[in-house]
């Protein structure tokens, strides 16, 4: 993530740790709706491309902890 965008970084970790709504977000980044919900999609499907099955089973919480 750090190798990304400032932008699509800040939008992607301000959706993860802070549980608000893309219309909240959108407020935020002065942007539409629309365009956060592809920023975060698109960072979605690239950590889902580059760790594949791990990133699924962590956010199912199907995973454990060593």
Do not use: P, V
């Not at 709706?33 to 089973?57: H, P, Q, T, Y």
């Amino acid at each position: 993530i750090k190798h990304w965008n400032e932008r699509e970084r800040d939008i992607f970790e301000t959706y993860m740790y802070s549980g608000l709504s893309m219309k909240a977000l959108s407020m935020i980044f002065n942007t539409s709706k629309s365009s956060i919900f592809n920023s975060i999609d698109a960072s979605r499907k690239r950590i889902k491309l580059k760790f594949g099955e791990d990133m699924e089973d962590y956010f199912n919480n199907d995973f454990e902890r060593i």
